[in-house]
């Protein structure tokens, strides 16, 4: 069966330490899933440390795993240098999870759209109103416009613009997978919402393909049509996402429902 992306028996162990003092860690345990070719938005959960990002490193080519293999479209990804590092980023995008991070205080943001429209773009380079037509379209997918965030610098921007920017220059390469770890934990509570949303619309408008990396169960639940619950760099549950937080069968899953929500009928303090 085709399918977008595929991890089979994937291990990543790190080391740790120098001669004298060597630790192995290994961050995730033989984890396999994959995305079929139809859109989806699969949600990865776990407490911190269960290996989410180096899964997420891994699907990007920022890490290769210790054993196992990891296949985009077909092909083992494997990435030896900037050409190859172009091409896969063209297909797959990260969304990282402070936008303030993303991107330099001293430059302009519309600056960094019309580079990646300069840098991605199949054949002539865009010229000046090509690239500011390319930026336009792809703000205008995130509920912006260029004239909005033109000139500006990332301070001028709230934390939920900067990160719309970001994805926004995520979606200038047209590439078929998303991979958004902990993208709005560093959003105000009340734009988390609206930054999942704009998740679903970009499944449905663009056909495009999210692995959203979180601890936020409500979101996930919101958001996901597949979730998988790592822990301690393993899968120990996955499937439809209603489905598995309506009724978690593993302990664990278990555990992280009910800390959501004693925390949502805690008193207010
Ligand atoms: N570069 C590294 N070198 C050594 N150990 C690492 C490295 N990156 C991650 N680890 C370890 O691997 C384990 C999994 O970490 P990882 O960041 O993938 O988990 P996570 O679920 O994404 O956590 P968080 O939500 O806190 O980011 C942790 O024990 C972490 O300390």
Do not use: C
């Not at 200038?172 to 009340?190: F, G, K, N, T």
């Not at 800390?259 to 805690?266: G, K, M, N």
């Amino acid at each position: 069966m085709s399918a977008l992306l595929r991890l089979s028996h994937v291990t990543k162990v790190y080391r740790q330490g120098g001669l004298l003092g060597r630790r192995l860690i290994t961050a995730v345990k033989d984890v396999s899933f994959e995305l079929g070719e139809e859109p989806e938005i699969l949600s990865i959960v776990g407490e911190s440390g269960s290996g989410k990002s180096t899964v997420a490193a891994m699907i990007l080519g920022q890490t290769v795993p210790t054993e196992g293999e990891l296949q985009f479209a077909g092909k083992t990804v494997a990435i030896h240098n900037r050409a190859e590092r172009t091409a896969f980023m063209k297909e797959v995008q990260p969304v990282l999870q402070n936008p303030f991070e993303a991107f330099n205080p001293l430059k302009r943001v519309d600056r960094y759209l019309f580079e990646t429209a300069r840098n991605f773009s199949a054949g002539k380079r865009p010229d000046r109103q090509q690239a500011e037509r390319m930026a336009d379209a792809a703000l205008v997918h995130v509920g912006l416009t260029l004239e909005e965030v033109k000139g500006r610098f990332p301070h001028e921007l709230s934390g939920g613009q900067l990160q719309r920017v970001a994805i926004a220059r995520a979606l200038i390469p047209q590439p078929r997978l998303l991979v958004a770890d902990e993208p709005v934990s560093m959003v105000d509570a009340s734009l988390r919402m609206a930054i999942v949303n704009l998740f679903g619309r970009l499944k449905n408008e663009l056909g495009l393909s999210i692995i959203y990396i979180t601890h936020d169960l409500a979101t996930a639940y919101y958001v996901s049509d597949n979730i998988i619950i790592m822990r301690k760099g393993e899968i120990v549950e996955r499937g439809r996402a209603r489905a598995v937080l309506d009724d978690p069968q593993h302990p664990y899953s278990r555990a992280l429902k009910d800390a959501v929500l004693a925390a949502d009928f805690s008193p207010a303090t």
